[in-house]
């Protein structure tokens, strides 16, 4: 497989470019409206022939790239259902499965930092989104943020992946890029070591986090892929 794992560092986003080594078809996944160009540009050196824009939830943090790279490259956009996402092609539910080449991606419904949180899993690796970071987790204090059904997801239908799954996050704040189902399961520190539910949510109720700052221009804009 085609493998990219790219960075915006305004907002610590990861951007992941997928692809199939002999049709060259391809997906991405996080796309920044920042960076749309470098990822354009990296799509025709390389060659490829985007099939899918997907973004695991509506960011608040970033305005996604989605409609630009559409109408660039043809390809279709994909989000959860529960976004309730004007414009977009493809409306996912729990399961559904898209295909480029030889590869498949198969959504799971991972609600809980928002109700649209959606995470794919791809051959050995899943892209987590908000839901599971390194060592912590998504945020469950706006845009239907649930502490219990963020444990919910992330317990059964995360934690229950081969331990050696790789995860692919939406952020990270610390410099690393990326985990294993088993490492999360062990070295989480919110999540990990058999942490309860009733402790989870005390910790997610006492984060006291400022809001993202492109909230208030983000959510809006992604609620039309990004056409602003």
Known sequence: ???????EPTTSTYTYLLADPDSLEAIIIDSVIETSER?????????????????THVHADHITAAGKLSEKTGAKIAISSAGHV???????????????????????????HTDSCMSFYVEDRVFTGDALLIRTNGRTDFQQGSAEKLYTSIHQKLLTLPD???????????????????????????????????????????????????????????????KI
């Not at 540009?41 to 824009?53: D, P, Q």
């Not at 989870?200 to 492109?214: A, E, R, T």
């Open 39 to 55: 990822d354009f540009n990296l799509i025709k050196e390389l060659g490829l022939k985007l099939l899918y824009v997907l973004d």
């Open 164 to 226: 050696e799954t790789l995860v692919y996050p939406a952020h990270d704040y610390k410099g690393f890029t990326s985990s294993t189902i088993g490492d999360e399961k062990r070295f989480n520190t919110r999540i990990g070591g058999g942490r309860t539910l009733n402790e989870f949510i005390d910790i997610m109720q006492n984060l006291k986090l400022s809001p993202p700052k492109k909230m208030s221009v983000a959510v809006p804009a992604n609620l039309k892929c990004g």
């Open 86 to 112: 004007e414009g977009a092609d493809c409306l996912l539910d729990d399961g559904d499965v898209l295909r480029f080449g030889e590869f498949k991606v198969e959504a799971l419904a991972t609600p809980g």
């Open 1 to 7: 497989m085609i493998f990219q794992q790219l960075f």
